[in-house]
């Protein structure tokens, strides 16, 4: 079993819509949670950390559902610019799992 | 302000041949990891150094050895490549376990 499992879509919305992207984990001893974006070709960068209390950042928005063992990224108002690879990151220890991340593309 | 730096960008080899891939982080992270991106398969962990002097097996380790030269330094050697390896490489490091990884913007390696 994968210790991240990730939906890869594609996801291909219209510009303003609201899109969410879910997570899960399969390590209940999994310590920290992050969100990367990823565009085509290049190095994932880190979009937002995921706190317990749910975090936000513009038009984005994280949680994390420790009990049910997932993560989520809500993305409002979406833009052109948000067309991207979004990845899930879990730390367990010294190591991090990555899910194979979902495609999100935002159309005009 | 560099962050982290991968070289070679590009490489193409031949099966059989080595070579080794070069990471530097001026960061001041302790931890540093090598991982391995194919279509559809996500990131996977090769190796990684979680301190200087420390080597760590990941997912995927087989026909790679690694070496954390110094804090800054960790590379990655491929002593006899085959198509297998073909694929885009990115180093990371972190200061501490709970933080985000920054990560190196690849090696594209193609093996023929």
């Known amino acids: 079993r994968k210790e991240v499992e990730q939906d890869p879509g594609p996801f291909n919305v219209p510009e303003g819509a609201t899109v969410a992207f879910n997570c899960t984990y399969s390590?209940?001893?999994?310590?920290?949670f992050f969100w990367y974006r990823q565009d085509c070709r290049k190095e994932p960068k880190l979009l937002m950390s995921?706190?317990?209390s749910g975090n936000e950042d513009g038009r984005f928005t994280a949680q994390l559902n420790r009990a049910s063992q997932y993560i989520s990224l809500l993305i409002r108002d979406s833009k052109l610019s948000d067309s991207a690879t979004y990845l899930c990151?879990?730390?367990?220890?010294?190591?991090?799992?990555f899910g194979t991340g979902t495609s999100l593309t935002v159309i005009p | 302000n560099a962050g982290v730096t991968q070289t070679p960008k590009f490489q193409v080899l031949k099966t059989g041949q080595s070579m080794t891939l070069q990471c530097a982080q001026d960061?001041?992270?302790?931890?540093m990891y090598w991982y391995r991106q194919d279509p559809g398969m996500g990131l996977r962990l090769i190796y990684y150094?979680?301190?200087?002097?420390?080597?760590d097996k990941g997912e995927v380790p087989n026909g790679y050895n690694v070496s954390r030269l110094n804090k800054r330094e960790f590379s990655l050697r491929l002593e006899s490549a085959a198509p297998s390896q073909t694929s885009v490489y990115f180093c990371?490091?972190?200061?501490?376990?709970?933080?985000?990884?920054?990560f190196g913007d690849g090696t594209r390696l193609s093996i023929l």
């Open positions: 990151a879990v730390n367990l220890g010294n190591q991090f799992y």
């Open positions: 390590n209940s001893a999994s310590q920290s």
């Open positions: 995921v706190y317990s």
């Open positions: 960061m001041n992270h302790n931890s």
């Open positions: 150094s979680a301190s200087e002097g420390t080597t």
């Open positions: 990371a490091s972190i200061f501490a376990s709970n933080q985000p990884q920054h």
